[in-house]
C-alpha cells in the first residue's frame, strides 16, 4: 500500500487556469506538508498542517490555498496558475509537528503551466 | 539567516568510498536529517543524527559535529543506484525543517 499518495503524477495547464493536487497519506500520520521542488532542485516549504490545523505558512502567494477535510488529507489548490508556479509539489506527512520525525514523501506533482 | 551549504554535485567510482559534507548556520539546532532523492522521484529518508559522532547503517555512515556545524555523509561500496541526489536538512530551535539544496552524485562504472 502506498504511504504518502498524490494525484495527479503530472499536470499540463495554460496560465490563469485553476487546479488542484490532492494528497493522502495512510501512515496514520498527524502532521502533513506541501513543498515546492524548483528546476535547480531546492526544497521548499510551502505550508503545515497539524490535525487539520495550520502550523507553517511560509511567504507564499495567497493564489496558493491548502485545504485539509481530515488528518489524512492535505490539498493544495491554486488559482491564476503563472508560469513561475511550474515545478516539482511534493507532499510529506510526519508523526506530529515536533520537527524531528522523519518525514515521509508522496511521488510528486509535475505541474507543467504553458 | 539560516544556510545550510552542500557540494552541488560530485562524480565517484563504483566500489568506491565517496563523503558528501553538509555545513550549517541556523538559528538553533535540534538534529540533521540525511535524505536521498532519485531523479524524478521523492526525497526518501536515510538518517538522523542528533548527538555528535558516527551512526552506521550498512554501507552508509553519517556523521555529526555540533560545535562546528558539520555532518557527512559516507557511502561504502558505491554501487550504480547510489547515484541519486542527497539532501541535507536540518531542524532549527523553532523544530523547523532547513533544507539544503542537495549533492547530485554520479557514479561511475
Known amino acids: 500500500d502506498t504511504a504518502v499518495s498524490q494525484t495527479p503524477k503530472y499536470l499540463v495547464t495554460q496560465m490563469g487556469n485553476d487546479k488542484s493536487i490532492k494528497c493522502e497519506q495512510n501512515l496514520g500520520h498527524d502532521t502533513m506538508y506541501w513543498y515546492k521542488q524548483d528546476s535547480k532542485k531546492f526544497l521548499k516549504i510551502m505550508f503545515s498542517?497539524?490535525?487539520?490545523?495550520?502550523?507553517i505558512n511560509e511567504t507564499v502567494p495567497n493564489r496558493f490555498s491548502p485545504k485539509s477535510p481530515d488528518k489524512a488529507h492535505l490539498n493544495l489548490h491554486i488559482n491564476s496558475l503563472e508560469l513561475g508556479d511550474s515545478a516539482v509539489y511534493f507532499c510529506?506527512?510526519?508523526?506530529?509537528?515536533?520537527?524531528?520525525?522523519?518525514?515521509?514523501f508522496g511521488p510528486g506533482t509535475r505541474l507543467t503551466v504553458l | 539567516g539560516q544556510n545550510i551549504d552542500q557540494p552541488t554535485e560530485m562524480t565517484a567510482t563504483e566500489g568506491a568510498i565517496v563523503q558528501i559534507n553538509c555545513t550549517y548556520q541556523?538559528?538553533?539546532?535540534?538534529?540533521l536529517f540525511w535524505y536521498q532523492q532519485h531523479a524524478g522521484e521523492a526525497p526518501t529518508f536515510l538518517s538522523y543524527?542528533?548527538l555528535d559522532g558516527l551512526e552506521e547503517k550498512g554501507r552508509f555512515s553519517s556523521f555529526l559535529s555540533r560545535s562546528k556545524g558539520y555532518s557527512y555523509l559516507l557511502l561504502k561500496e558505491l554501487q550504480m543506484k547510489d547515484s541519486a541526489s542527497y539532501l541535507c536538512a536540518v531542524i532549527d530551535s523553532n523544530y523547523q525543517l532547513i533544507w539544503g539544496a542537495g549533492t547530485k552524485l554520479i557514479i561511475k562504472p
Open positions: 541556523t538559528s538553533g539546532f535540534n538534529g
Open positions: 543524527n542528533v
Open positions: 510529506a506527512s510526519s508523526s506530529s509537528s515536533g520537527g524531528t520525525d522523519t518525514q515521509y
Open positions: 498542517y497539524n490535525n487539520k490545523e495550520l502550523i
